[in-house]
């Protein structure tokens, strides 16, 4: 029994990771609205080497429409600059002085629709994610069974716990899809 509890308490935490990996995905397609969030993965040439932004600039929020870089070295600022435009953002960085001003251009209806196919995909990859994991643990189960480690009854009743695990993320990810095409639509 202890096996099943502990299949059980894996199977979720797995699928919670799934859920999180999600999240981290979906943060990453923009909307019309600015956050700092879209420059987390662009990396900077930084004395030789390759370095996340945040390691050689402060970013902030100037207003809604409107991301702030501010380096900690006036020589990077070129930089840092030609790591935002070359990062395939659709991003387009204008110096101002000592600060880098990125503007969040308007999405296109086309580009929202595109945006909203991906963040679908997105989902559906993330819900095959959690079925996968059900589908091992319930072939975990049978093997178990075969060896006597568990009961039929146990087996069908662990079974139909991973099942409402499966179910009850599979809704979360559907929120989150459902609220991100929300946002993405909105203008």
Do not use: C, F
């Amino acid at each position: 029994m202890i096996v099943a509890a502990e299949l059980k308490k894996q199977i979720e935490q797995k699928m919670q990771k799934s859920i999180e990996a999600l999240k981290q995905d979906l943060a990453k397609v923009r909307t019309g609205r600015a956050h700092t969030g879209l420059l987390d993965h662009v990396q900077v040439e930084y004395y030789g080497a390759m370095a996340p932004l945040s390691q050689v600039a402060n970013v902030t929020l100037i207003d809604a429409r409107t991301i702030g870089v501010q380096t900690w070295e006036k020589p990077m600022l070129a930089k840092v600059e030609k790591a935002i435009r070359d990062a395939d953002l659709g991003l387009n960085p204008a110096s101002q002085g000592d600060l880098i001003r990125v503007p969040m251009p308007m999405l296109t209806e086309e580009r929202r629709r595109d945006l909203t196919k991906l963040v679908k995909q997105e989902g559906e990859g993330a819900k095959v994610a959690v079925r996968n994991l059900r589908r091992d643990a319930n072939n975990q189960l049978k093997d178990a069974l075969k060896k006597k480690e568990i009961s039929e009854d146990d087996e069908r009743r662990i079974q139909d716990e991973i099942q409402k695990l499966t179910d009850r993320h599979v809704v979360e990810i559907d929120k989150l899809v459902a609220d991100k095409e929300k946002d993405l639509l909105a203008i």
